[in-house]
């Protein structure tokens, strides 16, 4: 039975929506830049090109539908209407809520609605998503409200007017689906310089608008398949024959433009020049645009399902891969900033799709949109031919089994997304290493070539002449130093560049005073590392006196940090103690020349 | 229009500029990350010193355009610019849609990508400090005199005369002057600096005016298509009411 069928999918897309779910809370818990891919040099990335530059072109089959049966009066498509625009519906709904995960900000997305930018093209691509998806939730309105459940007569009243206010709202929906498709092209308008040429075309808008239209068109025809598959209803033929003549003509012009469009700008030859964007184009235009265009032409590849049915499947991904393309993989970055969607990116893509399946799947077995009634058909209430599956206990019987599903895919999102993504980001960490030098110390923990040239030299006798003890004048600068050890290196504790690092050995400390029952010889109290006794409580000699610095804590700052702290603050007071202003100042320590030419030929043995 | 001019062969390299700012600025510390790309700027470093090939470095930070990119792509007006000209952000109303940081020819705007409140953040020009009467931080930072500081029309005309002067030294085009339109940072060098934009050198085409047609277009269009669709939906109905009257005349004149 058909039941099976579509309870297999279900099930499926309920595993797909609890990891996207998962995804979304990691999202917000920690961050775009722990959870995505997206970096400085790729602001927009798989969420931008695939929900919603694909979502939206995938929705235009709303409005073409819907401009065939109103406007254009061809009622033999009428069938097919009440799907198509549910899927524009439900696909500008995965289009916002894809945006609300990918907005910095998501609670300011109202914020276009008050603040007026009539000359940004985002500020129209927010009122087109914005007022598009009411038209369509007021196109669509009627389908819900001829249901049984709403039986009230305010509910009747709304839908009478609903259904007299149907064609001007169609109208309204096409003008703004125009807009929409064409301002997403817009978009790219202003990234010249950006964008390779081969994409960036100052038709964009108009490509946009019609590689949509072509997009739309497939789409509904995909969607018959699946419904037809799912719910065993008789495929439409002659319909989707019709659909897919247009749609070749459709994506006839698409090319016509394209190409055209090199030519203008002459860059005809450019896709055969081997570069990987050359060949990317070529694919995209070729198994995209061409092999479906050709084969749609023929009328036997049409009206066969194998035919139509792998045309639109090419159509449809070359079209998204367009969208890809345009927003995110023919865009220049710089070679050492590669992109790629983080697993949690493409969950939380799948898992929005997911879940507008689910509320589609819930829609066509609930409300009569296959089978949609004769035209002034209002008041008998209509059963949906599919909606025996809400009726019977088809829910109830399998909520034990998705909720142990649920339940499981989870547990093994959070087990398998990688650590970043379920801990937050740890960060990165530099390790430091030793300073080069003997009389000038050549100190550049990370080897970025910003070092300072320490005269550590001239600082010895400067400390040894002020120094009352001349055995102490090296703890001035050396606060802390290992057990056994005069004069630790700083780089031996401030191990890494930026983060704070643990220099302190608890298990070594610990089997060194005899185990468990040593606590209490550190700590007073409660087992915490405040309760801790300092070093210089043992290792009496540990710990200089004559160190200004920070004496004991059982973290060593970053290297960058504690130098800075150290070396600016002992300077700010020469410098008005000896009043020379320059001595606190960048380019004091950090010379332009770099490092003293012995030290180079030392770090150039040492790292090759 | 104020404006800065960096003379990239006084520049030293020492970075005093940038650590005047992360002080004027409140910035915090610079952890590398992935996100952030080659060019040392980041959400916590709003002017860095790229060091070039033969001991050049130069400083680079949003370079004001003349017609800002990011202030034409902002849907929310969150970015702006100011009459004096520096372009300054308004966290208030930033939505986080990233366009700016799209639409910026070199680059410039970063995101705070580990914050769970982030913003977009660049430099300012000092707009605060400048507001106070005082230099830009930078500017004021600079031990070299390579970062001059005035009207633009003015530092414009003092950067021709420089490079007139030594024309064996400079390389004859002053940075910013027509770059996307013209910028308030204007450089004069004596290496090329074309490697200053995002991808590439700029044009002179201010970038908002590549989208200002398509976005004069709308209005014309959204009532031609509506216009269009109602007048396609009333001749074919029309069409249509006359055909079924034929028929039923045909079948004979009942009623």
Redesign the interface.
Known sequence: MSQRKATIVKDFLWACTAAGFVAIILR?A?????TTG????T??GFWIGFDLLGGVALAAGGFTIA?AV????LESYRPLLRSAILTAFLGYLSVIFALLC?????W??W??MV?W??????????WCVMLYTTVLSLEFAPVVLEHPWFRLPIFRAVLTLLKRLT?PL???G???S??HQ??LG??F??????LHPLWYS?IQ?ILFFVSAVALGLLTVTLEAFVSAYLYDHELPHGLLAGLGKVAAIVLWVYLALRIGDLIFRKLILAPFNGSWQGVLFLIELGLGALIPAILLSIPRVRRSPIGLGTSAILGVSGIILNRLSVSVIAQ?R?P??AYFPSLSELLISLGVLSAIGLVFLFIVETFNVFGAPEKHELDQSVSSPVSYAFQDDLWRNHILRRSFVVVLVIAATFALLPSQIVEG?M??S?EVRSAVGGDILWIDGNRN??GVRFEHQKHIERQRQQATNEETACAVCHHLSKPGDQATPCWECHRDM??PTSIFDHTFHQQALGGNVSCSECHIGEHIADSAVGCNECHETMASKESTTVKFNYAAR?Y??ALHDQCVSCHKREATAQNKE?LP???TC?R??GAPPGVRRLLSLSNP | MIGILVDVTRC?????CV?ACVNANRLG?N????????DG??SQRWVSVI?RPG?R?VRKSCLHCLEP?CV??????AMQKTPAGPVVYDAS???????C???C?Y?VP??????????VRKCTLCYSRLKEGKLPACVEAC?TQALAFGQRSELLSQAHRLIRSEPMKFVQTVYGEHEAGGTLILYISDIPLDWL????A??PTP??D???L??SL?AP???G??AL??G??WV??RR?KLMGARADSSEGETQ
């Open positions: 917000f920690y961050g775009l830049g722990a997206l970096s400085d040099t602001p927009w401009a109103y406007i254009f009066h990918d907005l910095g900000l998501p300011h997305i914020k276009p603040n930018q009539p000359h940004s093209v985002m500020f129209e691509v927010a064609l169609v109208i309204l096409i003008a703004l125009t807009l064409s301002s817009s978009l308008l202003i990234v010249p310089y950006r100052p808008p220049y710089p050492e900033t980001r960060m990165p530099t070539e910003e930026y983060l970053g960058v940090d320059n100042r960048c380019p950090h332009a020349e | 030293i390299g020492c970075r005093e650590a510390k952890i590398p990350l992935p996100q952030h790309s080659a700027l980041s060091s001991e470095y990119a034409s792509a902002c849907p929310v007006g109303l930033c939505m986080g849609c990233r366009y940081m799209m639409a020819p680059g970063r995101y705070d990508w580990d914050h769970l409140v982030p913003y031990p934009g995002y991808h590439v700029p044009g970038l908002p590549y989208t200002a398509a976005m709308v269009t959204s009532l298509v509506m669709m109602a396609t939906w074919i109905q249509m």
